[in-house]
């Protein structure tokens, strides 16, 4: 257990929908990380939040956006659901920021998109 | 070509036997991490390395930044070592951000 939750384990929706996928991290980590996994492009990172601000951008739509809470807690929200949106999503946490922070994965969120 | 090329894609072991994975990366990263995924997706992260070697318990990890390239090895396998092993490098490509950049990760059975 690495002491990240997600919530929800699995979710199932409809294309088009709106859904939010929550995250805490580790007690005592500023930082948040999303990645989404799917067969086709393996492990990608989405965005990264420290201390409750933007810190770094990857590959993450338009349709996609994501906050951290002053408790630290995070949430990604996915709007205008679209097949190809079906994937495993982590979220990951560390200490700090930088390049030098292990991360600390969550067990993930199954989302399907129908 | 990807950033993080990992080799074999695919490795069938026989329990006991003495196991490498290799990842060779093509940017310049700050650091190098070694992660195992087990059936089922969850995600553990192994080592995290910026030069030379480093050992757990049965597995080690080594980095060559010159030659841009990582082995992980796995002494006396195990069944319990099958998973999908994911090499990530963290860079920051001139800016002060970091972000992880995955290979597609290497599949091992170790069988009994």
């Known amino acids: 257990d690495s002491g990240v939750t997600q919530t929800p384990k699995h979710l199932i929706t409809a294309t088009g929908q709106r859904v939010t996928l929550r995250c805490s991290p580790r007690?005592?980590?500023?930082?948040v990380y999303w990645y989404q996994q799917s067969l086709d492009q393996g492990l990608q990172f989405l965005i990264q939040?420290?201390?409750?601000?933007?810190?770094a951008k990857g590959n993450i739509l338009e349709r996609f956006s994501a906050q951290q809470f002053p408790d630290l807690h995070s949430e990604l929200n996915l709007s205008s659901l679209e097949l190809g949106d079906s994937a495993l999503y982590f979220c990951a946490s560390s200490p700090h920021s930088g390049a030098y922070n292990e991360q600390f994965f969550g067990p993930g969120t199954r989302l399907t998109v129908l | 070509k990807n950033e993080v090329e990992q080799s074999p894609q695919n490795l069938t072991a026989q329990e006991g036997e003495f196991i490498t994975i290799n990842c060779s990366y093509s940017v310049g990263i700050s650091a190098l991490h070694w992660l195992q995924q087990h059936p089922g997706g969850g995600i553990v992260s192994l080592f995290m390395?910026?030069?030379g070697k480093k050992k757990h318990g049965r597995l080690i990890a080594t980095i060559n930044i010159q030659e841009k390239h990582s082995s992980l090895h796995i002494t006396a396998s195990h069944p319990r070592d099958s998973a999908v092993y994911i090499c990530?490098?963290?860079?920051?490509?001139?800016?002060?951000?970091?972000?992880?950049?995955f290979g597609k990760g290497t599949l091992l059975t170790v069988n009994p």
């Open positions: 939040y420290y201390n409750g601000e933007e810190r």
């Open positions: 990530a490098v963290s860079s920051n490509r001139g800016g002060s951000n970091y972000k992880l950049t």
């Open positions: 007690s005592g980590d500023l930082s």
């Open positions: 390395l910026s030069s």
